[in-house]
T-cell receptor
Framework: DTGVSQDPRHKITKRGQNVTFRCDPI?????LYWYRQTLGQGPEFLTY????????KSRLLSDRFSAERPKGSFSTLEIQRTEQGDSAMYLC??????????????FGQGTRLTVV | AQSVTQPDIHITVSEGASLELRCNYS??????LFWYVQSPGQGLQLLLK??????LVQGIKGFEAEFKRSQSSFNLRKPSVHWSDAAEYFC???????????FGRGTSLIVHP
């Protein structure tokens, strides 16, 4: 297993366009997180899944954002009608949750989004 | 509200000097605690973690951290810094229930030769 992988690594898009990012977690991990990181800040939580269920969403996740994990494996994060304020690094992480405990989260390399 | 505070935005040390990066958390109960490192344009790599037990935790790359309940702190230390340690360091905490890691704003480590 090569860890958490994200695609693409970089994305430049025009304002108003839709973009979609993909995350493939570590294969045995049932939990998947999305974070956003802007320059000079720590990662900010957006949402997480346990298996295919989306269990929590941050207030940062506006109506233009949607995330899916249809088969409990890979996940996609879509941003509709992108705005310049969406420019950030989008990080995916995964962990293993069982019997009320959770392991540490392992992060992917991130997708750098630039909205022009 | 649950939060993680890293009071130092930048830390500058000379190569070979010791290092301590500060982290304080604000949680009702003892959270899970983590330190991650991030090189420019890269994702986050886990340095060490504290879940329970021994309050002095050893990690990778010669780092260690000490959990102090009375001070709500989880400071990261290294006895001798190498130039390759220059990076951004993030402290994170997660609590029972969702265990979603919440991150501090990070401390940028600059290493002088």
């Amino acid at each position: 297993d090569t860890g958490v992988s994200q695609d693409p690594r970089h994305k430049i898009t025009k304002r108003g366009q839709n973009v979609t990012f993909r995350c493939d977690p570590i294969s045995e991990h049932n939990r998947l997180y999305w974070y956003r990181q802007t320059l000079g800040q720590g990662p900010e939580f957006l949402t997480y899944f346990q298996n295919e269920a989306q269990l929590e969403k941050s207030r940062l996740l506006s109506d233009r954002f949607s995330a899916e994990r249809p088969k409990g494996s890979f996940s996609t994060l879509e941003i509709q009608r992108t705005e310049q304020g969406d420019s950030a690094m989008y990080l995916c992480a995964s962990s293993l949750a069982r019997q009320g405990a959770v392991t540490e989260a392992f992060f992917g390399q991130g997708t750098r989004l630039t909205v022009v | 509200a649950q939060s993680v505070t890293q009071p130092d935005i930048h830390i500058t040390v000379s190569e070979g000097a010791s290092l301590e990066l500060r982290c304080n958390y604000s949680y009702g109960a003892t959270p899970y605690l983590f330190w991650y490192v991030q090189s420019p344009g890269q994702g986050l790599q886990l340095l060490l973690k504290y879940f329970s037990g021994d309050t002095l935790v050893q990690g990778i790359k010669g780092f260690e951290a000490e959990f102090k309940r009375s001070q709500s702190s989880f400071n990261l230390r290294k006895p001798s810094v190498h130039w390759s340690d220059a990076a951004e360091y993030f402290c994170a905490a997660g609590e029972g229930g969702s265990y979603i890691p919440t991150f501090g704003r990070g401390t940028s480590l600059i290493v002088h030769p």
